[in-house]
């Protein structure tokens, strides 16, 4: 079936920039999505992009899709404390109106 | 507009009991989904509605779990009766079309706790 992996975890230093990577098996995805949970809060859509686009920035954040490799990445710049989170990846279900997510990935952002 | 709201946030019940849970959508919103993230695991998609009727309920884990959406507007989603394993964080998300570009909005959550 459909199948979207995300590493779990992700520590790194105010200021440095944030990679999280996200990797989906249904290649017939139209939309790819970024998800943010901030602790006792709902799911907040990030970003998201086209499967036709390879690359869509947005102020800080800077999302890449390797559509051959069915990888995609969430940047974040000059990371920030209240970045800390967990960061869903979702890909919308070819021929489906449901998203698949991943296990999500808790960024955790240190002085 | 007002978001999308669950009842209750949280909820502990015994196993055995019954429990059920509420989402009002945004307004106009004809599309209304609820998904449920068990034990820190992906995100799972339980069921779909169009307007009152169910389009896709294929998620949903067995028959102790019933959605309901009367009149297209909010939606119940009744555990009945609980077990163990029902335990975790419910979400309920709205479109007023195909998700699309949009996205779903969703609702903060109602974090189960059989015990």
């Known amino acids: 079936g459909e199948d979207v992996e995300q590493s779990l975890f992700l520590s790194v230093r105010e200021g440095d920039s944030s990679v999280i990577n996200c990797t989906y098996t249904?290649?017939?995805?139209?939309?790819l999505y970024w998800y943010k949970q901030e602790p006792g809060a709902g799911l907040q859509l990030l970003t998201y992009i086209f499967s036709n686009m390879d690359m869509k920035q947005d102020q800080r954040l800077t999302v890449l899709l390797n559509k051959k490799d069915k990888h995609l990445s969430l940047r974040i710049a000059d990371t920030q404390t209240g970045d800390s989170a967990i960061y869903f990846c979702?890909?919308?279900?070819?021929?489906?109106?449901?998203?698949?997510f991943g296990a999500g990935t808790r960024l955790a952002v240190h002085p | 507009e007002a978001g999308v709201t669950q009842f209750p946030s949280h909820s502990v019940i015994e196993k055995g009991q019954t429990v059920t849970l509420r989402c009002d959508p945004i307004s106009g919103h004809d599309n209304l989904y609820w998904y449920r993230r068990v034990m820190g695991k992906e995100i799972k998609f339980l069921l779909h509605f169009v307007k009152e009727s169910k389009q896709d309920e294929s998620g949903m884990p067995n028959n102790r779990f019933l959605a309901e959406r009367t009149g297209g507007t909010y939606s119940t989603l009744k555990v009945q009766p609980a077990e163990l394993e029902d335990s975790g964080v419910y979400f309920c998300?709205?479109?007023?079309?195909?998700?699309?570009?949009?996205?779903?909005?969703f609702g903060s959550g109602t974090r189960l706790t059989v015990v």
């Open positions: 249904d290649s017939s995805s139209t939309y």
């Open positions: 998300a709205s479109s007023h079309g195909p998700s699309g570009g949009y996205g779903y909005t």
């Open positions: 979702a890909v919308l279900s070819g021929g489906y109106n449901k998203l698949i």
